[in-house]
Nanobody
Framework: QVQLVESGGGVVQPGGSLRLSCAAS????????MGWYRQAPGKERELVAT??????KYADFVKGRFTISRDNAKNTVYLQMNSLKPEDTALYYC?????????????WGQGTQVFVSS
């Protein structure tokens, strides 16, 4: 069973930066996508950014501020977050999907908390 472990969350002032990491416990083959999602208190989980072999995709509310990247050798996906705003406060999760035959599997991490406040 693959485990995803996020790290890098914390408390930061508005305008600050954080870099989130999500490491898989072992190599994941046939990855379809790696992504970051977030969930704020009282709100539904929402997509932040994804990365596939075809490129990257961002939610409109993070475009120009966040950058997703991956290091296949380290089985890790990153989220560089700049110009953070109080509304970015949320629990951030990573998600990885892969395919085995015609079946797609997904894996979720436990989340890392980001708190943006002055």
């Amino acid at each position: 069973q693959v485990q995803l472990v996020e790290s890098g969350g914390g408390v930061v002032q508005p305008g600050g930066s954080l870099r989130l990491s999500c490491a898989a416990s072992r190599t994941i083959f046939s990855i379809n996508a790696m992504g970051w999602y977030r969930q704020a208190p009282g709100k539904e989980r929402e997509l932040v950014a994804t990365i596939t072999n075809g490129g990257t995709k961002y939610a409109d509310f993070v475009k120009g501020r966040f950058t997703i990247s991956r290091d296949n050798a380290k089985n890790t996906v990153y989220l560089q977050m700049n110009s953070l705003k109080p509304e970015d406060t949320a629990l951030y999760y990573c998600r990885v999907t892969n395919a085995r035959g015609v079946v797609e599997y997904e894996y979720w991490g436990q989340g890392t908390q980001v708190f943006v406040s002055s």
